[in-house]
């Protein structure tokens, strides 16, 4: 199957500064892109698509400064923390959509990125 | 209202038994996708099974199938002989076809511990 990387796979950081995910797409090109956020025990939640060339698109409720996205690649997107604070500390996980031609349009999911703001 | 509910938080289930989890979902979409996802402890998403709106047969994958009841709204999961190694939260998800970028929509998961 398709195959997705995150990186860094976690990460530690001091409260305020900023912290980069990438998300690549190793074997297929996708033009979009899905970051998810999960807390502890909880179900994932979509925060934005990300659309090759394009602005993302924000789920409702996530600040999109605070939460940057850029798809500057078919195989390439990421996703910005701009100034973290402790509530951000999440596994953040991203998906990249492959167009199979059919009706199914497969979703694969990157392995994810732990967050911990200190 | 809920789009995807799973209703079981956690089970626990024998060893070499079989385990359904529920899932009921709602939409007004009469395109859409059923996917059950499973992610153990290390966190990654792994992808189980998929039921299509017009599929007329239940999805099957190995010991992974899908009881797809349209009527009901329901895509439960069915697991025959669990092992060990099933032990993880499972996710049941919804793609529907008028959703903006074609998004999935997840349950709350079912966290599933498989004992010897």
């Known amino acids: 199957g398709a195959v997705v990387s995150q990186h860094p796979s976690w990460v530690i950081c001091k409260s305020g500064t900023s912290v980069k995910i990438e998300c690549r797409s190793l074997?297929?090109?996708?033009?979009?892109m899905f970051w998810y956020r999960q807390f502890p025990k909880q179900s994932l939640m979509l925060m934005a698509t990300?659309?090759?060339?394009?602005?993302?698109?924000?789920e409702q409720g996530v600040e999109k400064d605070k939460f940057l996205i850029n798809h500057a690649s078919l195989t390439l997107s990421t996703l910005t923390v701009t100034s973290a604070h402790p509530e951000d500390s999440s596994f953040y996980i991203c998906?990249?959509?492959?167009?199979?031609?059919?009706?199914?349009?497969?979703?694969?999911f990157g392995p994810g990125t732990r967050l911990t703001v200190l | 209202a809920q789009k995807i509910t799973q209703t079981q938080p956690g089970m626990f289930v024998q060893e070499k038994e079989a385990v359904t989890l529920d899932c009921t979902y709602d939409t007004s979409d009469q395109s859409y996708g059923l996917f059950w996802y499973k992610q153990p402890s290390s966190g990654e998403m792994i992808f189980l099974i998929y039921q299509g709106s017009y599929d007329e047969q239940n999805a099957t994958e190995g010991r992974y199938s899908l009881n797809f009841q349209k009527a009901r709204k329901s895509a439960n999961l069915v697991i025959s002989a669990s092992q060990l190694g099933d032990s993880a939260m499972y996710f049941c998800?919804?793609?529907?076809?008028?959703?903006?970028?074609?998004?999935?929509?997840f349950g709350g998961g079912t966290r599933v511990l498989v004992k010897p």
């Open positions: 990300s659309n090759e060339g394009s602005k993302a698109t924000y």
């Open positions: 998906s990249a959509r492959y167009l199979s031609g059919g009706d199914y349009n497969e979703q694969f």
């Open positions: 998800a919804m793609r529907e076809r008028q959703a903006a970028g074609n998004k999935l929509t």
């Open positions: 074997d297929f090109q996708a033009t979009t």
